[in-house]
């Protein structure tokens, strides 16, 4: 089992930055995949960013790559969403996810088999 806890949400200005953070515990292997995906009010969860757990190549969604960067602390087992220029089509809740997506499916929120109970970010105009 593995136990995923997201914070650092708020509300922020466009042109901001927030950093998310994902606090991870229990089993937690090498093979893992750490997803972020976000859910706006009527619309479908959708992938935003993964790592491998072990660390490696990172993979965005085109609608935030140059501003968002995903990245992980092993030794605090802690994984981050640092989001720069935030706009306010960035509104959502954040969800941290964990699994080992097969082949190339890392997008697909269906590979993922633990999730975080998500924070929200809020980005005003």
């Known amino acids: 089992q593995v136990q995923l806890v997201e914070s650092g949400g708020g509300l922020v200005q466009a042109g901001g930055s927030l950093r998310l953070s994902c606090a991870a515990s229990?089993?937690?292997?090498?093979?893992?995949?750490m997803g972020w995906f976000r859910q706006a009010p009527g619309k479908e969860r959708e992938f935003i960013a993964c790592?491998?757990?072990?660390?490696?190549?990172?993979f965005y969604a085109d609608s935030v790559k140059g501003r968002f960067t995903v990245s992980i602390d092993n030794a605090k087992n802690t994984v981050y969403l640092q989001m720069n220029s935030l706009k306010p089509e960035d509104t959502a809740v954040y969800y941290c996810?964990?699994?080992?997506?097969?082949?190339?499916?890392?997008?697909?929120?269906?590979?993922?088999?633990?999730w975080g109970q998500g924070t929200q970010v809020t980005v005003s105009s």
């Open positions: 996810a964990a699994g080992v997506p097969t082949f190339w499916r890392f997008r697909q929120e269906s590979q993922y088999n633990y």
């Open positions: 229990g089993r937690i292997f090498n093979s893992y995949t």
């Open positions: 790592s491998p757990w072990s660390g490696g190549a990172t």
